[in-house]
């Protein structure tokens, strides 16, 4: 299949599953501050306020924690992962990657989306918050956060780096 065809297929596919509601609005950039696991034994990341004083922890996969840590401390793999494979695409098929947005949080579990830049048009691409910090990590490209979601789970940094419900 020529390079122009997979591009097109994979614009449409994209397409297909892009939100249509996209909205700027509200959204917090943010950093990930950590990779640690919980009292329980389970992965969380923790996503801090870029210029402010809040924080979004959301608790992720083993798996997924390992890639975000791995990449944040550039050890690389003695194989690609997934996140890896993702950017690779990306960069073969000239295309960008713009941000990613967590966006909700919905009945417990978190939403997110990855929006690429190809040929000029912006594609938004619903993705778990985990991937999309995965990826976002690797191309350089932002995270932010929808400031409604940082007003229903988010929790203010205390001095040194502890959290506390806000």
Same mark, same amino acid.
């Given at each position: 299949m020529p390079r122009s065809s997979l591009m097109v297929l994979l614009l449409l596919l994209a397409?297909?599953?892009?939100?249509?509601?996209?909205?700027?609005?509200?959204d917090v950039l943010v950093?990930?501050?950590t990779v640690a696991v919980d009292d329980r034994n389970s992965p969380v990341v923790i996503?801090?306020?870029?210029?402010g004083t809040r924080a979004l922890p959301i608790w992720i996969g083993t798996a997924?924690?390992?890639?975000?840590?791995?990449?944040?401390?550039d050890l690389e793999p003695p194989r690609p992962n997934f996140h890896d494979l993702a950017q690779r695409v990306i960069q073969? $098929?000239?295309?960008?990657v713009e941000r990613v947005v967590v966006t909700e949080l919905r009945d417990g579990t978190y939403y997110a =989306? /990855?929006? $690429?830049?190809?040929d000029g048009r912006s594609i938004e691409i619903d993705v778990r918050p985990s991937d999309g910090i995965a990826? =976002? /990590?690797r191309t350089q490209a932002p995270i932010l956060v929808r400031a409604s979601v940082f007003e229903e789970a988010g929790q203010e940094l205390?001095?040194?780096?502890?959290?506390?419900?806000i």
């Open positions: 397409g297909a599953c892009a939100d249509t509601q996209r909205s700027d609005d509200g950093r990930v501050g996503l801090e306020e870029q210029h997924e924690a390992t890639s975000i840590a791995s990449q944040m401390n073969k $098929l000239d295309a960008t =989306a /990855l929006t $690429l830049r190809s990826v =976002a /990590l205390v001095s040194g780096g502890e959290e506390q419900e």
